[in-house]
């Protein structure tokens, strides 16, 4: 589609949006309803969706919203800040509106100028996203008392599972296991050392207001105790604001699987299975999987179980996830929810088919659920490599620069969840997720294949990313028998950072820079911006049509440098 058409396209669906308004004028607590057929789009059914939803958010995650919500036949409004007036999902939405400079401090998370946002544009509710205002109880229920409706969970919800300890007491009294601790903070020293010895050594302090491991200290001996309390307390201050940290006995080598659920308003709640999220360095997860290796259609049941049971107990509604630590004998443990979509969420709905994003929308609109938990099974498997802009070779320094040229994978079974485009400027405002490849095949062997063939295909260059790396992993004999857990990645990073390229890869660098060489010696000082112009349609078309489909990444860009000029 040409720039033009597109345009068209995009402002005659707006368009007929806006005046299809034969409608009773909206009222601020209610949800526009709609009077007549409408004509715009093909919609499946009668519905009572509202009209216009605010995405709370920016890069792949605004864009996804925005998406789900163009399917259902809402209007989307964006926001933004000073740097990123010109990204992606500013242009996507139907309507964009300013909120402020860059720091996220001064824009994605100022609830109130968000709030105002959603009044201006008239759109009836508010999608946080992942990150940012997501999981604030003050901004679900700011959102609520504006009369919008917040698309997530109650903010008692949020709430009641933003305590750890608070979290650990609803999830005991439903039965849901935990690992064995305390479910109060810690009253002192002697308490500690009381409770250390009732679970046993290693034990684990963690903060009560924690999560994502803040103020968590592995204690292995009494004698280290004082000291891990005290330096715990002092982390989970600074970072949370409260000093109380409880005991749990230490987990060993456990994987990270974690529960998909979804409930409605009406009381209904289902899972959608788990997600094995165990290959993360320093508690940022870097690839997940659905299903696990590990997780039996047994285990899945009772795992499942457990999660519904908690997030009930809670008053959960909407999508949310239960993570649980998983141990080497096939014992599991409910660590904490997510009150959010989440990053991952992709996987869930390739091996399910349920549109998590779509449902969230529904849900939110007061639709009850059309499946039951017997109909939910998941087929094939599924994987995502989160590509950020950090360069694996050096400690995964954040990367900046503009992105001089994006080539994204396809074929059958790919999937694209980006945020960024050729000439977006990659700063240190946001966090450096660039965009999520997720791949969908039959088996987890063919999964793995097929990431690996995927990856080849991306090219991304003006930054560095974690793109060599994820290639490392798809090659790794242990990651391919599936034998990761929570520390697989750490111990395995300098054997997979020491990989040596291959031979055709030393080979097509040698011959790119023979190429580079020969065209600056005859036309020296000539810079190049790389495939801005014909480089990006020319890198598809070239790509494909001559011939040169196995060709790794590093052949293209050599042949597109070898063609330049
Ligand atoms: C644990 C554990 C072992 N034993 N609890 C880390 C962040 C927070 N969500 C909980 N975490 C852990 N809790 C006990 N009793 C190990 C971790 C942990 C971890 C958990 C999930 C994913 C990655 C992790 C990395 C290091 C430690």
Redesign the pocket.
């Known amino acids: 589609m040409s720039r033009d058409a597109f345009h068209e396209h995009k402002v005659g669906e707006y368009l007929s949006a806006v005046t299809n308004s034969d409608r009773p004028p909206r009222t601020e607590n209610r949800p526009a309803r709609r009077a007549g057929p409408r004509t715009v789009l093909p919609r499946p059914g009668p519905r009572t969706l509202f009209t216009k939803v605010l995405v709370a958010n920016r890069g792949e995650i605004a864009l996804r919203v925005i998406r789900a919500a163009r399917e259902l036949g809402i209007r989307s409004v964006a926001v933004y800040s000073d740097a990123d007036s010109r990204a992606i999902h500013v242009r996507e939405a139907d309507e964009a509106i300013y909120i402020g400079a860059s720091p996220s401090a001064e824009s994605y998370l100022v609830g109130d100028r968000i709030i105002e946002a959603a009044r201006k544009t008239g759109a009836e509710a508010i999608h946080p996203g992942y990150g940012f205002l997501s999981e604030r109880e003050w901004f679900a229920r700011a959102v609520r008392d504006a009369g919008l409706i917040f698309v997530g969970p109650p903010a008692e919800a949020i709430a009641a599972m933003g305590s750890k300890t608070a979290a650990r007491q609803l999830a005991i009294s439903v039965g849901t296991p935990v690992?064995p601790?305390t479910t109060t903070p810690l009253e002192s020293l002697a308490d500690a050392v009381e409770s250390a010895d009732r679970f046993g050594y290693p034990i684990?302090l963690?903060a009560a207001s924690?999560?994502?491991?803040k103020g968590?200290r592995i204690v292995r001996d009494k004698s280290e105790l004082g000291s891990a309390l005290e330096s715990a307390k002092r982390e989970a201050k600074g970072a949370f604001g409260d000093d109380a940290v409880y005991i749990?006995?230490?987990?060993e080598q456990?994987r990270?699987v974690e529960i998909q659920v979804l409930g409605d308003a009406h009381g209904a709640m289902v899972h959608l299975g788990e997600r094995e999220?165990?290959v993360?360095r320093r508690?940022q997860k870097m690839i997940e999987e659905a299903p696990s290796v590990v997780v039996t259609p047994e285990l899945r049941a009772r795992m499942g179980a457990a999660a519904v049971a908690a997030a009930k107990a809670a008053g959960y509604v909407n999508a949310g996830t239960c993570?649980f630590?998983l141990d080497k004998n096939g014992d599991f443990?409910f660590?904490?929810m997510n009150t959010r979509i989440q990053v991952e969420h992709p996987v869930t709905e390739l091996v399910t088919g349920i549109d998590l994003v779509q449902w969230q929308l529904r849900i939110a609109a007061g639709e009850r659920l059309p499946f039951v938990q017997e109909n939910i099974a998941p087929k094939g498997w599924a994987i995502e490599c989160r590509i950020t802009s950090e360069d694996p070779a050096n400690g995964f320094l954040p990367s900046t620069g503009t992105v001089q040229y994006l080539h994204v994978p396809a074929g059958p079974g790919i999937r694209w969840d980006g945020g960024i485009e050729a000439g977006s400027e990659i700063s240190l405002f946001y966090d450096p997720m660039v965009g999520k490849l997720i791949v969908y095949a039959p088996t987890r062997d063919a999964a793995v294949a097929r990431m690996h063939r995927a990856l080849l295909e991306l090219t991304v260059s003006g930054i560095e990313t974690s793109r060599d790396f994820h290639l490392r992993v798809m090659e790794d004999a242990e990651f391919r028998r599936g034998e990761i857990d929570?520390?697989w990645l750490e111990r395995r990073l300098p054997s997979l950072l020491a990989v040596k390229p291959p031979l055709e890869t030393l080979r097509v660098a040698a011959i790119a820079a023979a190429l580079l060489a020969e065209r600056d010696r005859r036309t020296p000082r000539v810079k190049t911006n790389v495939g801005h112009d014909g480089g990006h349609d020319g890198g598809h078309d070239g790509g494909h049509n001559g011939g040169h489909n196995g060709d790794s990444a590093w052949t293209r860009l050599a042949r597109l440098e070898a063609l330049r000029d």
């Not at 924690?210 to 491991?213: F, P, T």
């Not at 749990?248 to 987990?251: C, S, T």
């Open positions: 690992v601790g684990l963690k924690g999560g994502g491991g968590m749990e006995k230490y987990v456990p990270h999220c165990s993360q508690h993570e630590l443990y660590l904490e929570i520390q």
